[in-house]
């Protein structure tokens, strides 16, 4: 067979080209959301690397400083101290992480035969675009590595010693960046154990078994973690309509526009569709499967046990999105088509630009009166993480008459600081704002407030609004999330 080298040559620079225009909406994302003030959770992460040697930062996640392992964090602290606390760089981060990630699922042959949608659908998630690409927590790491995951498990070498060595390092990197990364790594396990003893591979079992074993070394600190958190209800508890809007979460509104395309063509070419899956490993289909229905599985789990769902948790599903979506769309071959999908997604995505532009702005000006705030009256805190903010934002003026300790950190409310937060938050050098012997309940303490602000904060760049006063206050808004509770005189 004669390969044409100028026809290669050409496709290459096209495909050059594109990759170069789909590349700008990630540098346009990231510059817009930097306008973005950094939320608690954020603020958590840089003072959890703010440290002085790997071993304190291993020791406070030990002792369960936060809800997570540590591998990105430890990741976090290197850069730090070679380039210092950069807020713009270690941000960076994540988008380099997203764009590798977009780069490396583009080169599925999953994509080969139609790289336009999964192009086009990428850069229209609000989910991608506005919030893995410059949060600065472990999820751009945790696609990252899940999309190197299913690369390897694509490769046509999967079940060799050298590629199963391969995947157990991923397993075990992504068991320690997100919790949540167990449920995916099950059944990619379960796979290469099956291959293994069908090929009479016993040798390669323990192999497989490892990420979990060394996962079995973290437990301690899981427990530690779970004792200091437990019954931190930060997210709503989802109902069946939440189960169902799963798929917004990840792409947006243009969801809506996509699923009935989606239907139509898997009722009108479902045997190309069939013909097609047989082709492909169905080991691999099943990881697939197994990746996509998970996050409902877990929040119909929700629903019922009446528990937190927090979609993020669950990136890698949006891998098999992705190819979903992809794979089903290229099988209709139809230009009418790729032109309607092209329209909605680039128009999705400059929906979305200008949408995060304005909400950006408003938080940032939002901010700028909350400081304002925190530095006049009594302040009623609801968590020892205001203190993050309080740091970072060097609030010196601010002062403290009383503290409320959350029902979950009853060993504060004891009187009792041992296994607490506290334990972590003494590195912190928060004595200069408040003595822990206020620390106590709101019952305790509302009789002795007569005039006080309180914030409400809706997206957690500061503390949640938890204490609801009495018929004995008086609650004026001063402005958005701003509260005066005033006592109200018999």
């Not at 400083?65 to 591998?71: F, R, V």
């Not at 336009?116 to 472990?138: D, G, Q, T």
Request: proline letters at 4%; one cysteine or more.
């Amino acid at each position: 067979m004669k390969i044409n080298l100028q026809k290669l040559k050409k496709l290459s620079s096209l495909d050059i080209f594109i990759n170069i225009i789909f590349i700008v909406p990630f540098f346009i994302s990231f510059n817009i959301n930097l306008i973005k003030p950094l939320w608690l959770d954020e603020i958590a992460s840089i003072y959890q690397v703010n440290v002085q040697s790997i071993k304190i930062l291993i020791q406070n996640f030990f002792n369960g400083s936060d809800t997570n392992p540590p591998l990105y964090f430890i990741m976090l602290f290197f850069l730090t101290k070679i380039f210092s606390i950069n807020v713009t760089l270690l941000k960076i981060t994540s988008l380099l992480f997203v764009i590798i990630s977009f780069s490396i699922l583009q080169k599925l042959y999953w994509f080969k035969t139609n790289r336009f949608y999964f192009n086009v659908i990428f850069i229209s998630s609000p989910f991608l675009m506005y919030y893995l690409i410059s949060e600065l927590r472990a999820y751009s790491l945790i696609l990252f590595l899940a999309s190197i995951l299913f690369s390897e498990l694509s490769n046509n070498y999967v079940y060799n010693t050298k590629e199963q060595i391969k995947i157990s390092i991923i397993i075990t990197l992504l068991l320690y960046t997100h919790y949540f990364s167990i449920f995916y790594a099950i059944p990619v396990i379960i796979i290469l154990i099956y291959k293994n003893i069908e090929q009479h591979n016993y040798s390669n079992l323990l192999l497989n078994l490892s990420p979990i074993l060394l996962y079995f070394l973290w437990i301690p600190a899981i427990i530690n973690q779970y004792s200091v958190f437990f019954g931190h209800t930060w997210q709503p508890i989802p109902t069946f309509r939440s189960v169902l809007l799963i798929p917004k979460y990840f792409f947006g509104k243009i969801i809506v526009f996509l699923i009935p395309i989606f239907v139509y063509i898997v009722i009108k070419h479902y045997k190309d569709i069939i013909f097609t899956l047989k082709k492909i490993d169905s080991l691999i289909v099943f990881v697939m499967i197994c990746w996509s229905i998970l996050p409902f599985i877990i929040a119909i789990f929700s629903v019922f046990t009446k528990v937190p769902f927090v979609e993020r948790y669950f990136t890698i599903s949006i891998i098999p999105f992705l190819i979903l979506l992809t794979f089903i769309l290229s099988i209709s071959n139809s230009k009418v088509l790729s032109y309607f999908v092209f329209i909605i997604c680039i128009g999705s995505f400059i929906f979305n630009s200008i949408k995060f532009y304005e909400d950006n702005t408003l938080l940032q000006k939002q901010l700028q009166k909350r400081l304002n705030y925190l530095n006049q009256k009594d302040m009623v805190c609801e968590s020892p993480h205001v203190f993050y903010p309080m740091n970072f934002y060097k609030i010196e003026n601010m002062k403290f008459n009383v503290f409320y300790a959350l029902d979950y950190e009853s060993a504060i409310a004891k009187g009792n600081l041992k296994n607490s937060l506290f334990d972590y938050y003494g590195n912190l050098n928060l004595k200069k704002y408040f003595n822990l012997k206020n620390v106590c309940h709101w019952d305790s303490l509302k009789s002795h407030l007569r005039d006080f602000y309180l914030i409400n904060e809706s997206n957690r760049m500061f503390f949640e609004f938890r204490i609801v006063p009495d018929s004995s206050y008086k609650i004026i808004k001063i402005d958005n999330d701003i509260y005066r509770i005033i006592k109200i005189d018999n």
